[in-house]
């Protein structure tokens, strides 16, 4: 899959419910109203769909939400998908909010998948509530151990609030560093509807650059993902650290992704509503309609992104965040 700006398509982004047993507040508003069961697209659905990109170049697959772990039955959509991988398929990943971690973490692992994100804003119980309305630290905290205990490897994403918990980012740091975690610094962006106004926390990722360096040596890595993070290893510590900056577009030169949403909606760009519709064409018009579907993607795939943080409507879902979905 090649766009009109060259750009080979090999990661894709599939939300598998839009669905959460959170509320973070920069994601989510605290009432939400969620889609019928009926709107997801089902696991053979899921299935055929990946094998279709895995046949044009996809290698590349992380399962999102709203939180993945919350679908009914997801352990048996990781096999389905575990079972192609190395045949084609060269990575299967997910991310995670991790409150349901120590239930699933063996049969991810045992499904083939090897690195998790998990997402925790922060490492003291009462915020960690107040960032998610209703979280329990304490689970997520045990859920990340059975994951690396099951020989996951996990990097933490972390959206740095200000007023929230910009202190607590050299915390984090050194918390990841002493359990062999990667740390990923995620700009908060105008994405879904939520109650607050975001830009109250809004913290733009250069003042916390310059901030950690104050305490931290910061090394430029040459990794690129395609993504929009930018790495470094921490010197002092020996920790790999990812800042996401969504709001910049420098990233979209190397953009390799697409993102599915959970009723089969196909996204070629974080910041625009340009799409194709799936789930129809699954359901009637069978992989032909599906294949040209997917052209007319990457035929109209945006050239870059762009966002303004006073933004008052998304241009996308909310489940189409830019790590997650
Ligand atoms: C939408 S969540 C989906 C997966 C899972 N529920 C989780 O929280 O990891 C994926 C990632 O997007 C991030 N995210 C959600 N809303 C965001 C926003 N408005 N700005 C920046 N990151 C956001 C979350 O912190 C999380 O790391
Ligand atoms: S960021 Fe993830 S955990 Fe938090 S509300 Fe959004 S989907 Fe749920």
Redesign the pocket.
Known sequence: MIDSFGRRISYVRLSVTDR?D?R?R??MAEDMTFLPRTDLLTFEEIADLSDLLIARGVKRIRL?????LVRKGIEQLVRMLGARLGSGLEELTL???GTQLDRFAGQLADAGVRRI???L?SLDPDRFRHITRRGDLSKVLAGIDVASGAGLKVKI?M?ALRNLNEDEIPAMLRWCSDRGHDLTL???????EVEED?TDHYLPLTEVRTRIEESFTLIPSLARTGGPARYFDVAELGVRLGLIT?LTNNFCEGCNRIRISASGTVYGCLGHDQKVELRDLLRSGGMPAVDAALDRLLAGKPKRHEFAISAAKPAVAR?M?????
């Open positions: 959460c959170l973070c920069y994601c999102t939400g709203g939180e993945p991310t995670t909010n994100n998990v997402s804003d994403n959206v995620i700009e908060t962006m105008p994405l879904g975001r969504p489940h965040s830019v790590t997650g979905g």
